[in-house]
């Protein structure tokens, strides 16, 4: 099984999801007491935040690029980037790393709702996420139509609540009420076929049991593609 490197941090909220699905699931394909070679990376958050928030992407992806380079030092065969956000420097690190697979988040969750036969869905996640085109163009060239909030407030509502709740482990039944009524909308409005909560903490606070259309979990999905491509 080739060796997961996982840059997490991103938060630390979701990392320790991504550790323990990733070996739940090789264990799951490997039986017996196998479970993943993981070597971990978790960063400073706020270093991270500082770097979004002035929409800095050189030096976000200087900052990866060292990680990304300790991570394939240290014998990582194939990368994670631990968050949705992350992914607005995927194309640079993985064209200064052609030597390791970094697994696209989104593409990743794109395969798996055209499994789903679907075509038009929503987009939960960070305003960086959900309004730049590093993520949805990925979508698109799938021929997925991506739908996000259309209300400024409700996105920012969003990003203000995964910095300030989910990111410190802290799930409020009134911020999912909120979350299940933007998604609500966004069925109502734009005929969504399904919802990608696309933020790895959200997974924490919604679930398919709380909602008619599939929704579909990244941290999940990334995951399982890591350990899918490991065991090949």
Partial sequence: M???GLIGGTSWVSTIDYYRIINEYANQKRGGLHTAEI????VNFH???SYLRNYDWDHLTIYFSEITEKLINAGAEIILLGANTAHVVYDPLQHQFPQVKIIHIAQATGRQILNHNLRKVGLLGTKFTMELDFYRSKLENMGIEVVVPSSQEEREYITYTLENELGRSIFKPETQKEYLGIIQRLKDQHKIE?????CTEIPLLI????????????TKIHSLAAVDLALE
């Fill in 194 to 198: 399904g919802v990608i909560l696309g």
């Fill in 2 to 4: 080739k060796k997961i």
């Fill in 207 to 218: 679930k398919q049991d709380d909602i008619d259309i599939p929704v579909f979990d990244t």
């Fill in 39 to 42: 070597i971990l990376y978790s």
């Fill in 47 to 49: 270093e991270f935040q």
